[in-house]
């Protein structure tokens, strides 16, 4: 059976100083899959868009920023991970460089300039805690990961780079 995700984005917007990364603090909606966690921003890809575009677009949706610069670090297929089961496959960016203030708030939730040195400390996906490292490591090739969810929970992690 082929496999047919949902494809979308996942950003990490970095402070001009490089010290810290933009999160969202998913506290908006009760119903919110995402309820309580730190996020990165995103969301999925709409048919009239290529991956670049779909990021910027969101980043632009739920930051209020322009983004001038960011670097594709990875890709993530999260099977079974939607709220139905769905499968998704997620583009990993890093926003190095934007124009604008994002707001205190989105409609998912509080936005907050996070250190990175205490990102690790956030509430968020355990899944999360296997990629975000990749994201800011430095290493120019990027990372192509597989982490099957099932009920809501990971069931693994194996990640290649080349």
Not at 30 to 52: C, I, M, S, T
Not at 64 to 92: H, I, N, Y
Not at 110 to 130: F, K, N, S
């Amino acid at each position: 059976m082929p496999y047919t995700p949902i494809i979308g984005t996942l950003g990490y917007v970095l402070s001009p100083d490089g010290r810290q990364v933009l999160m969202v603090h998913r506290n908006a909606r009760p119903e919110d899959q995402h309820l309580g966690k730190y996020n990165g921003l995103g969301g999925k890809l709409e048919a009239d868009e290529d991956v670049a575009a779909g990021m910027v677009r969101e980043i632009r949706e739920e930051a209020g920023l322009t983004v001038t610069a960011m670097e594709l670090r990875g890709t993530v297929s999260w099977p079974g991970f939607g709220k139905q089961g769905e499968d998704w496959l997620g583009f990993v960016f890093l926003i190095t460089a934007f124009e604008g203030e994002p707001p205190p708030a989105n409609a998912e939730g509080e936005l907050a300039w996070v250190p990175l040195t205490r990102l690790m400390e956030l509430p968020m996906w355990e899944g999360d805690r296997h990629f975000l490292p990749l994201v800011f490591d430095g290493d120019r090739r990027p990372f192509h990961g597989l982490m099957p969810y099932r009920d809501g929970r990971m069931l693994g992690w194996s990640c290649s780079r080349f």
